[in-house]
Structure formats: C-alpha cells, structure tokens
C-alpha cells in the first residue's frame, strides 16, 4: 500500500502547497486523479469560497456554502463535495498514475467523502497522497492502519516519494 500524508502549518498552505504540485505533476506528464482545493477570499466575508478542482482538468466545484456573516457552523456544501467524489470514482476507472485528494478532512473522518475512493485506488496499486490537518489525524490514521507515509511539507520531500512510488518514469526534482 502506497499511501502518503503531508499537513503544512498556516491555513491554507496544504491547499497551495497540493495545487502547486498537481500542475507540476501534470505539466510533467503524470495522469492525476483527485481533487485540489482553490480558496478565494471574499470582500464582504470573513470566510473564503472554497473549490475544488476535480483532477486533471476540471470541473471546478464550489464546495463552500455562504451561511452568513456570524455562522459557526460547518461550511461544507456535502452535496458539492459528494459530486466531487463521483466525478473523481468515474475518472479512477480508466487508470491513474497518482490520486491526490487534497484533504481528508470530516467527512471523511466519519466514513464518508472520498475514503472509498482512496480505497479504490489502493486497491489498484495506485499510490494516494493526501492533505490532512490535526483535526482529523486520530481517524485518518486509524483508517490507514499504520501503513501511511507522513511526508514534510516540502516539494523536494513529497517528490521524492511520489519518485519512488510511481510507476511511470518522470522527473520533479531537479534532475
């Protein structure tokens, strides 16, 4: 099982951080399967709009929804999110070199969102490197069982791995 985490500290930085190397990684001809989330503040709200990119090529999907200035609640449009995960389900069909899902985050935590697609392609042999924050750590690594690698927010480090794990021949590093 190939499976790989990487949580970055300030808020938002796994999201830039995954969307930075899903380019690269495309641009370098890997075909990516999964998600990246794009965060655009607002100027009339605190709280920023959040989408995903489904990977390689889109669509993108808002999966953030406006609930108010003062709301405390769970901003997460899960119908938004579910879509995402079977737009991502259909595309793991016709093969992947890398899935990256850009957060296993409460959903996920509760059995829901993109688990089964992680499951998937771990069952196909295809390696998951996933965004994760302190939040959800306990139950993403109850759900991995042990066998996730914990990579440091670092391009070098994460290409490494992903130059270890793939199957197809490629270079991110500076070769």
């Known amino acids: 099982m190939q499976l790989a985490f990487t949580m970055a500290p300030g808020r938002g930085d796994t999201d830039r951080l995954l969307a930075r190397l899903a380019d690269d990684l495309t641009t370098r001809g890997l075909r990516l399967c ?99 924050n302190r939040l959800n750590q306990t139950a993403f690594e109850t759900f991995a069982g042990g066998c996730a690698v914990s990579l440091p927010p670092e391009r070098k480090a994460i290409g490494k791995w992903i130059e270890g794990v793939v199957h197809t021949p490629f270079c991110l590093l500076d070769c």
């Open 34 to 132: 999964g998600t990246v989330q794009i965060n655009t503040a607002r100027a009339t709200a605190a709280h920023c709009d959040m989408d995903v990119r489904v990977l390689p090529d889109g669509p993108v999907l808002r999966i953030s929804q406006n609930l108010g200035t003062r709301s405390r609640g769970c901003r997460l449009n899960p119908e938004a999110l579910e879509a995402a995960v079977g737009l991502v389900a259909a595309r793991l069909q016709g093969g992947a070199d890398l899935v990256l899902i850009n957060k296993f985050g409460k959903h996920e935590a509760e059995g829901r969102g993109f688990r089964d697609v992680i499951a998937m392609a771990l069952d196909r042999d295809i390696p998951v490197l996933v965004g994760l």
